[in-house]
């Protein structure tokens, strides 16, 4: 098998959704991936924040193996223990109170937006329902986090659309105050929009609208299904800032490369959801939870404090090189943005062994968070050396 023979039988069975790239990925280790026609590629990438502790982590795969061979999946009308230590582990560390699996982020973010609604009609009755999104956010692909997605691009083709969703500018403190009604009954963000360009809100913003919001019993959603689980060197974003969510969405890296969603509710919201108000088939997959332990007992405070001290290390070596006007973002979560076409550049990169992320017009890196100084170094240098040939 070739790029191309994977790349043609792709194109007669896959659903054509997605524009990728020429290269078809055959296997990893760590930092480090290999494609089909034998190239080697360092990864920026982790999937798209994924693989938290890189390719095919040893521990990693020995939880998943031994979970594989105790219990794979009963369903959720009987209980079982991987599931219930992570959720364990995930409110010791965040002080919330109690969690729901779910699959995605998508998911994580549909549950948090039911949990939210319901929260203020069981206390205010039928009619305070509105979400305040932020212009430029990205919480997922179903209909109704489409909907909370504030980018017009993604309001088209499949109306109607969810009501109930009214959207803010980011970092404006005094437009979002503004949208706040009787209705309202949840402000949903991410603290660093990741799709809309790795584009930090502001600590004065986040506690401003935060105390409006304590005082009027309006929820705070974190969707941290890209800032979350050490990305940003503390364990979820909201920890590098003063407030405390309500409600907090997680996925992408929680489960270091399988699907698992998990929406965290702190004491007020705890127990909104009651039996047969959400359920999903899959939720809390022991094999899953048994790899997200794996990923959440590797992120101690030694390797949070690491991710934050390489991080500022690449952004430093970063903004030095050719075409780079800023670089920005927290910990692992790095966006760059350039006076030549990022496209190209990622293609660049990719040519010359390197896997990058676009967001918006910005490159995006989401490095795995076990990367190594010398690691990091190696794919520097070949970004470094992409952007002085152009
Ligand atoms: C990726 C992402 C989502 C959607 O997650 P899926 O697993 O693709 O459903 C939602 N919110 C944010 C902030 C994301 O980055």
């Given at each position: ?9 792709s194109?007669?069975f ?27 590629y360092i ?25 594989a061979?105790?219990l ?40 948090a ?21 932020l ?10 986090t ?8 993604f ?12 959207y803010?500018?980011?970092n ?10 009787d ?16 584009l ?10 935060a ?63 009651s ?14 939870c ?5 990923v959440l ?6 390797l949070?404090?690491?991710i934050m ?11 030095k090189?050719p ?6 973002g ?33 490159l ?11 690691e990091?170094r190696?794919?520097l240098d ?9």
């Amino acid at each position: 098998m070739t790029n191309e023979d994977v790349k043609k039988l792709s194109g007669e069975f896959i659903a054509n959704t997605y524009s990728r790239f020429d290269v078809a990925i055959e296997s990893g280790k760590g930092v480090f991936c290999k494609d089909f026609d034998g190239k080697e590629y360092i990864d920026f990438t982790s999937g798209i924040g994924v693989n938290s502790l890189g390719f095919c982590d040893n521990k990693w795969i020995d939880a998943i193996a031994r979970q594989a061979r105790t219990l794979n999946h009963t369903s959720n009308l009987y209980y079982t223990l991987p599931g219930a230590r992570l959720a364990e582990k995930l409110c010791l560390r965040t002080g919330m109170k109690k969690v729901f699996f779910s699959n995605s982020g998508a998911e994580a973010n549909e549950c948090a937006i039911k949990a939210a609604r319901k929260y203020s009609f069981d206390k205010y009755g039928a009619d305070r329902y509105e979400i305040i999104t932020l212009q430029n956010s990205f919480h997922g692909r179903t209909i109704a986090t489409l909907s909370a997605t504030g980018q017009s691009v993604f309001h088209k083709f499949f109306d109607p659309f969810v009501e109930g969703f009214v959207y803010a500018k980011a970092n404006d403190t005094e437009d979002l105050l503004s949208k706040i009604t009787d209705k309202t009954c949840a402000i949903m963000l991410e603290v660093i929009q990741g799709e809309g360009g790795v584009l930090e809100l502001m600590p004065g913003f986040l506690d401003e609208i935060a105390e409006v919001a304590q005082k009027k019993d309006i929820l705070i959603i974190a969707d941290e299904v890209q800032t979350g689980i050490g990305r940003c060197g503390t364990l979820f974003g909201y920890q590098g800032f003063q407030f405390v969510p309500n409600i907090l969405s997680c996925a992408k890296g929680l489960a270091g490369g399988l699907p698992l969603g998990a929406t965290l509710f702190d004491e007020k919201t705890a127990d909104v959801l009651s039996p047969g108000s959400h359920a999903t088939t899959f939720g809390a997959n022991p094999i899953v939870c048994s790899a997200a332990e794996a990923v959440l007992d590797r992120l101690n405070q030694e390797l949070l404090l690491d991710i934050m001290q390489k991080g500022i290390y690449m952004r430093v070596e970063i903004a030095k090189m050719p075409h780079v006007i800023s670089v920005n973002g927290q910990g692992l979560m790095i966006g760059v943005e350039m006076d030549i076409d990022n496209k190209v550049v990622a293609q660049k990169c990719i040519q010359a062994g390197l896997l990058v992320l676009t967001a918006k017009d910005k490159l995006r890196l989401l490095p795995p968070l076990t990367i190594t100084i010398e690691e990091a170094r190696a794919g520097l240098d070949i970004l470094n050396k992409v952007l002085s040939d152009m």
